[in-house]
C-alpha cells in the first residue's frame, strides 16, 4: 500500500477525530497532498490540501474552520485534524499525491484504501 490512511471511526456530532496518511511512497517537495472524501452516491469531494515543501494549505468551503491539515515531513506522514464534525462529514475519506495543486480527484494519484468516518447525530 503506497499511502494508508488511518484514525476513522463512528462519532457523534461535535466530536474530533484525527486522520493519518502515511506514506510508502517518496513525496518530493514540489508535491501536493490532499484529503479527499467520498459518501455513498456521490463523487469523490476535495476536503483540503498542503503543499509538502512550503506547507501552505487549501481548504474546501465545507470544513473551512473545522479542519486542518498538517504534515511531518520526516515520518512522510500528513494529517486531518477534524472538529466539530457534522453527519453531513458522514463518508470514506482518501489521501493522495498529486504533482500540483487540484481540486479535483483525477488530479491526485496514488490514493490508499480510504477510512471511514461516519458521524451520528
Known amino acids: 500500500v503506497q499511502l494508508q490512511a488511518s484514525g476513522g471511526g463512528l462519532v457523534q456530532a461535535g466530536d474530533s477525530l484525527r486522520l493519518s496518511c502515511a506514506a510508502s511512497i517518496r513525496i518530493f517537495s514540489s508535491h501536493v497532498m490532499a484529503w479527499f472524501r467520498q459518501a455513498p452516491g456521490k463523487e469523490r469531494e476535495f476536503v483540503a490540501a498542503i503543499r509538502w515543501g512550503t506547507g501552505l494549505t487549501y481548504y474546501g468551503n465545507s470544513v473551512k474552520g473545522r479542519f486542518t491539515i498538517s504534515k511531518n515531513n520526516a515520518q512522510n506522514t500528513m494529517y486531518l485534524q477534524m472538529n466539530t464534525l457534522k453527519p453531513e462529514d458522514t463518508a470514506v475519506y482518501y489521501c493522495?499525491?498529486?504533482?500540483?495543486?487540484?481540486?479535483?480527484?483525477?488530479?491526485?494519484?496514488?490514493w490508499g484504501q480510504g477510512t471511514q468516518v461516519t458521524v451520528s447525530s
Open positions: 493522495g499525491r498529486g504533482n500540483s495543486l487540484g481540486y479535483r480527484s483525477t488530479e491526485y494519484n496514488f
